[in-house]
């Protein structure tokens, strides 16, 4: 079926026109030139291409466009002719909009020398800035970078504002996603200046927007964030996007929330519901009648909490949309937790279980695709090679029978050698893959299992009524779950990052016992704590184990020292208690019949033996059993040596 179908759609271009008008962009400018059609077959492969371009510009004829794609390039492989870079390029898009970031990254990397060469402005800079984006979406920023800034000049050159002030949101979005606020809000902040130069109000609000969001999530200035949210939706009602109104109004309404303004936030969801489910964006709803929910639970009208958070669970079975299941299902298994209702807290707590599981699953089935994609890839790239080299055999017949029997011995022993080559080579990168992907595997455990420990203090907190404590507690608990989220996204962060996590869990902790200890972190001068990376959430799991098992059952207040210094090829990091020691907590661990604490250990332990397999590394860790002249446990001392990465 699939093969008749190309094979109508390919007859159709033998016997339809093949000059087909040029593509626009929303401004009626011409983004792709038309390839030159003539009576012969590279012209109708160059028709091919035209309507595949101009398809692409509808999203319902996305299948459409990977048929033409297909026919394309079996066309020129039939007839023996040259791939164009316009057929390389709009393979490059079909994979970016499936999701498969390798192949287009590899079609763009050949395709654009050709598209630089042309001399059509237009074309070159729509390229670069499309494979900017490919770069980013790979990791690869610094790339994207200057690729984005080389662009913004050429744009700002040849009068192309429209692109000029794309490139300045896609660079602030690039800084926020590697953690460089103060970079991010620079260009959102010339984003907006700009914007309002040139009279464009759809990146007015995008800078708007943005904005508010940093002041809210990164900097907790509501009151600023507000104002930018404000401004953003007044705008977006004088042009009428219902969709940005939405959006906005939903992150507005968060803000009055953490504001503790409950009244102006359920106003405010409200209103976001009605137009939501107008412009049928069922997954704001939801999210909305969730939130909702969590205001009634915390003013403590707990019937209309259950309420919403029903109707949201139905709303999100309804779409399946399983992040929002599986934070409702957290919420409600935790008011029905603090209401005593431990059979309902039980049953939607094991359905937030199973969700979360679900998500993490699908995460590492992507990985596993995304692997998948990358070999299938240079399978058909080596394709393309072997193409290539046949059509160059083809050229040398001319020069005679016996030069071209040599000429193809030798080109085969250069196939054989690169497949062998290429082979290795990918059977090494699908390994790294997988082991990159079960680290992250590893991380994701580590997070729910520390955020489980840290919620204990703040149900406390509630408990005992003490509002500024709990606000407080709220406030860092805030930033510290924050600051996960950003290091969680990568395999290794700067030995700064990992500080300031460090330095809010010891906060937390202290709130949370009650001054019962107090902690230093010493760094020596000469490590360079922006360059100088070591693995994500190494150090918290060894100045937990000493806080809860050292100092919480000493008598007394204690002490924690953290301290790093450098020696010849590794960082030594050593952190000190003057608890009880192991074997006394060991001992008391045994009394409670308890291993709380003995899923971080575990993970931990996984993750060293992951990081010295993964880079050929030998972290190790050294315990030490600290005890006075008369053999009395006085503390233990853990030293970790971690390789330096950079």
Known sequence: MFKTSILVIGLLFYVLPFQ??????????????????????????HAIINKGWQMFEYKTKFDTVKDLVEIAFNFAKENNLKIPYQLIWLN??????????????????????????????????????????????????????DMYKKNMKMARDNGMEDIYLESLNRLAEIYRSVGKIDESKKFYNSLFAEAVVAKDTFWLTEALFRLGIISMSVDSNFKLARKYFSD???????????????????????????????????????????LATMAKLIGLVTNSLG????????????????KYYQKSIDFALSTRNMENLRWIHKDVSDMYLSLGDFKNAYYHYQQYNLYNDSLNSLKFKKGMTEARMKFDVDQQQKELEVLTIKLSQQRYLTYGFAAFIILFVIVGLL???????????????????IAEMTQANLRQQMNPHFIFNTLNSIQYYMYQHDKVATNNYLTKFSSLIRKILENSQHTSIPIK???????????????????????????????????????????????????????????GSGYVNIAFSMEFDY????????????????????????????????????????????????????????????????????????????
């Open 232 to 274: 953003c939706i007044r705008i977006a009602e004088q042009q009428k996007d219902t969709s940005r109104i939405c959006w906005t109004m939903n992150h507005l309404a968060w803000d009055y929330y953490l504001m503790d303004e409950k009244d102006s936030a359920l106003a405010c969801y409200n209103n976001l519901i009605k």
């Open 497 to 555: 990052d990992e500080l300031e996590a460090l330095t809010l869990y010891l906060e937390l902790e202290k709130l949370r016992f009650k001054e019962k200890f107090s902690y230093r972190i010493d760094v020596a001068d000469e490590i360079d704590t922006l360059q100088y990376k070591i693995p994500t959430m190494l150090i918290q799991p060894y100045v937990e184990n000493a806080i809860c098992h050292g100092l919480v059952t000493k008598d």
């Open 92 to 145: 490059a898009e079909v994979a970016f909009r499936e999701g498969n970031i390798y192949k287009a990254s590899v079609s763009m990397e050949k395709a654009l020398p050709e598209i630089e060469v042309s001399g059509k402005i237009k074309e070159i800079i729509t390229a670069r800035n499309f494979f900017a984006r490919v770069l980013t979406q790979g990791g690869e920023f610094s790339k994207a970078i």
């Open 571 to 646: 960082i030594r990091c050593v952190i000190e208690d003057n608890g009880i020691g192991r074997e006394a907590a060991m001992e008391i661990k045994k009394h409670r019949e308890t291993n709380h604490n003995s899923l971080g250990t575990r993970i931990t332990e996984s993750r060293l033996d992951l990081v010295n397999s993964l880079y050929g590394t030998s972290l190790k860790v050294i315990y030490d059993d600290l005890k006075d002249e008369h053999g009395d446990a006085i503390g233990t001392r853990v030293e970790i040596h971690i390789p330096i990465m950079v």
């Open 415 to 433: 196939v054989i050698r690169q497949f062998r080559l290429s082979a290795k080579k990918r059977i090494s990168e699908m390994n790294q893959r």
């Open 20 to 45: 087909l008008p040029p593509l626009t962009d929303g401004d009626q400018k011409p983004i792709h030139n038309p390839l030159p059609v003539k009576d012969d077959k590279a012209g109708q492969l």
């Open 291 to 306: 939130n909702i929910g969590t205001i009634y639970r915390d003013k403590k009208e707990y019937q209309k909490a259950e």
